[in-house]
Nanobody, 115 residues
């Protein structure tokens, strides 16, 4: 079974930092683009950042330059380093990728930023 597994969410204060992680036991992230998305209560899911197979990165304007996406090939894990977190960053953070013409999503990890 192909799975993406997020971890590393939590509760932080305004201005704090978190680094959620996305891992997979089947999909080799070094050969696939991986993206982070988030969904706040009552809102649609929105794209946050992407790291391509070649290592190029792209960010939504609302998180650049506070967030940094990077990949650890040895651990086959993609991280989203989030700094200077604001209450509007609160939401469930999901990672996703495409593999063998199918799209895969993780179950999400909750990030809550208190004001």
């Amino acid at each position: 079974q192909v799975q993406l597994m997020e971890s590393g969410g939590g509760l932080v204060q305004n201005g704090g930092s978190l680094t959620p992680a996305c891992a997979s036991s089947r999909i080799r992230f070094s050969a696939n683009a991986v993206a982070w998305h988030r969904q706040a209560p009552g809102n649609e899911r929105e794209w946050v950042a992407t790291v391509t197979a070649g290592g190029a990165t792209n960010y939504a304007g609302s998180v650049n330059p506070r967030f940094h996406i990077y990949r650890d090939n040895e651990r086959n894990t993609v991280f989203l380093q989030m700094t200077n977190l604001q209450p509007q960053d609160t939401g469930v953070y999901f990672c996703n990728t495409f593999w063998r013409r199918q799209e895969y999503w993780g179950q999400g990890t909750q990030v809550t930023v208190s004001s």
